[in-house]
């Protein structure tokens, strides 16, 4: 599976059904600058998330998707992933 998923020009990663605020997460991780952050506690690593952002991430993270085993080799031997939820 390793090598097919590196093979792959690009990794669509469907998360399921829009439900939960699912699309809040998505927007939520998305309008943090990740990208290159290499050092957790640099000052302009993102801040941690607010108590309620937690919580609706964490029923976000209790999907089906993260609970499988192999999500890992998906995400990271892929060139590119392209993360999906709903629509």
């Not at 699309?23 to 939520?28: A, F, N």
């Not at 506690?41 to 991430?57: V, Y």
Request: aromatic share 12%; hydrophobic share 45%; net charge negative.
């Amino acid at each position: 599976m390793t090598r097919i998923y590196q093979s792959a020009s690009q990794v669509l990663i469907h998360l399921g059904e829009d439900a939960d605020a699912s699309q809040l997460v998505m927007e939520m991780v998305k309008s943090r600058d990740w990208y290159g952050q290499d050092e957790p506690r640099s000052s302009n690593f993102p801040q941690p998330f607010e108590p309620w952002e937690r919580a609706i991430i964490r029923a976000f993270m209790s999907r089906a998707w993260f609970a499988r085993v192999w999500i890992l080799q998906e995400v990271f031997m892929a060139r590119e992933a392209v993360i999906l939820c709903g629509d």
